[in-house]
């Protein structure tokens, strides 16, 4: 059983992930072969005796698993061993999350949300949101708060500061060695962080390649990916997005072309959670720097995008914009039968079959 989902259930069996009123009902997905140390977890689960907890069920089957899930936390990937990049366990994982997605598609609970761990967790979310049909890209989450965290710490360390007291701080792109942590709108106490350390070179240099680097670094020192915070990072993060956070969180979401990236990847970009959803943070300034590591990144998606092509169901098309998910929802509000028509031109075939299927009923 994996470290990371051990940290998790006893976070959400006290209520730390979705509110200390939220009584929880946790459906566990093993492998045949891991349900003898899931058993176990289950066993602790129960010695806990935690209050919020109405029921653990365990099961090696993915539709009960996710059956009427309101919340998925998806990550069950091979881990990257030292030595390995995470681009190799790109055809090992990928498979894995297609599945997910069919299952989750057909068995979540409307609107429910999935977070992806897993790695790669950015292309294996786009997989596992391709393969979900009856669900929206907006539902499927790639972790990338571990990164933030990170960051942060590390920010936090330098100035000589309380981590609460750093914030802006974003991560851009893929959870990777590519991915780019951006201190130009972060604060310190509300203050520039840029004129709190004054140390440029740092921050574009040791800085982000530490926060880049952290997760091998990790491997390296335990021998094992990280668990204890990538579970931290994993409940910090939902419950932000369910709950609310006054702080901007990084989220690895559907690219809709804002700051230039498109493709239908999944792009950690800054996120605003005012509580039962995310919005993207657009329009901020971006320096000629922060444009090239974007970019880098940004490309680093798009191979990886490219080598999961197959997975991909030839319907999908790269995911749906959401511009023109947003033309199709004003037209359908201004009731005009035309512009409806003309909006749902552009999307793929089940979308236009609903469009279709509505308007006639
Ligand atoms: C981490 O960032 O710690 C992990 O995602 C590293 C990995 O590849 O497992």
Redesign the pocket.
Known sequence: MHLVLVHVFLAHGSGEMLGKDQPVRLQLIETKQGMSPLKGVMMELEDGAFPLLESVKGTSDLEEGFGDANFSLLVGAM??KQGME?SD?LSANAAIFADQGKALSATAAPGSRVLIVG?P?NTNALVAAANAPDMLPEQFMAMTR??QSRAEGMIAEKAGVDVKDVDRVIIWGN??ATQYPDVSHARIGGRWAKDVIKDDKWLTGDFVSKVQK???E??AARGA??AA??ASAAIDNIRDVHLGSDKWQSIGVLSDGSYGIGGGLWYSVPCACPGLHYTRVKGLPIDAYSAKMMSATEAELVAERDAVRHLLPSSYDAGVPLQKLVALKEAWDANDKARIQEASKSLPARFQAAVKSALSS
């Open positions: 881990p990257r995470r366990l790695n967790a571990l990164d959870h990777s952290r997760g091998a990790v491997i990916s990280s915070s990538a």
